[in-house]
Every structure is written in C-alpha cells, then in structure tokens.
C-alpha cells in the first residue's frame, strides 16, 4: 500500500461538515475539537459494526501525532470496548477477538488514564466469562488470557505464555 493509500478513508457515508472535520482531524488533531471527532467516529462505529475497523485505523491515525489526542478517545473507547464486552456480543468470536486484540494494544494506557472505567469493564469481562451458555471455548480462552494479562501488569508471564500460545503436539 503506498503513502497516498494510507491516508485514503471510508468517510463518503458522513454528511459534507462531518468529512471535514474528520479530514481536518487526520491532518491536524489540534485545529479540532476530539472530543467532538471522536464521538462522531464511536456513534457511527456502534451503528455500523463494518465502519468499525476503518474507526480504529482513523482514531489510531490521529493519535500519532503526539498521546495529547488519546485524552479525547479515552471515554468513546472505553464505550465501544464496553459494547463489546456485553453478552451478545460475547458470543461472537470476532467479537471478542476484536475486544482482547484492542486490550492487548491499548489497555495499560486506557487504564492509566481512567483506572475506574477499566475495573468496570473487566467486571463485564469477568462475568461474560462466566455465561453458562453461548460462548465458545476459544472466546473462553481469550476472555480468560485478557483476564490474566491484566492481572499480571499488562505483560504475559512466561507460564501463561506457554498455556496460551504454545502450540498442541498432534
């Protein structure tokens, strides 16, 4: 993918101010209000779960300028993350995929900026868990690592390393 293609992104489906706003965003996040930009980018995620990704790209895109950014996207992600983490979405895998993947990245941060929102979030996670019906074991096993990777400071120890990620001999 070349340089322009970087910075190409799906925002036809916004009206004309919304997608100069979010231009204006990706090219400079102080000339905008984020917080306004990031609300516009999570209402349309949760109504549009394809948008998602693209969402994720755009808030990632925005925050590399400098983490000032992340103040504004601490609440919507932590919004979206809980939206994934409730029972009907626990029981799609790419769902909770998705949900870990985004913890594994931005957890510790997330944590960081608003410890109280991340003990609610895992309250969620630990009780989806514990669903007595509907969750595959791979979504299980993911919620279970997640769960173990915050408890350990962020980081894999070695044994969970090998529980979750060594490969079964056939």
């Known amino acids: 993918m070349g340089e322009a293609g970087r910075e190409e992104y ?13 231009k204006t965003a990706l090219k400079d996040p102080g000339a905008v209000d984020l917080e306004k930009v990031a609300n516009v980018i999570v209402d349309h995620s949760l ?26 996207l601490v609440n919507p992600v932590y919004d979206c993350l809980c939206r994934l983490a409730q029972p009907d979405s626990l029981r799609n895998e790419e769902e909770v995929d998705c949900l870990v993947l985004q913890l594994h990245r931005v957890g510790e941060q997330l944590e960081k900026m608003n410890g109280q ?8 996670i630990r009780d989806g868990f514990l669903l007595p019906t509907g969750l ?8 279970l690592e997640i769960i173990e990777f915050r408890a350990a400071g962020w980081k894999t120890t ?3 390393h090998k529980y979750y990620y060594s490969e079964v001999p056939d």
């Not at 948008?51 to 300028?65: D, H, L, N, P, W």
């Not at 595959?136 to 919620?143: K, P, T």
């Open 10 to 22: 799906k925002i036809q489906s916004f009206d004309a101010e919304t997608q100069h706003l979010l």
């Open 47 to 72: 109504q549009d779960c394809v948008f998602s990704k693209e969402a994720g790209r755009m808030c990632y895109a925005i925050i590399q300028v400098n983490n000032m950014p992340m103040m504004a």
């Open 117 to 124: 929102r991340m003990d609610e979030l895992f309250v969620l």
């Open 136 to 143: 595959s074991s791979l979504a299980q096993l993911l919620l």
């Open 158 to 160: 070695p044994a969970a």
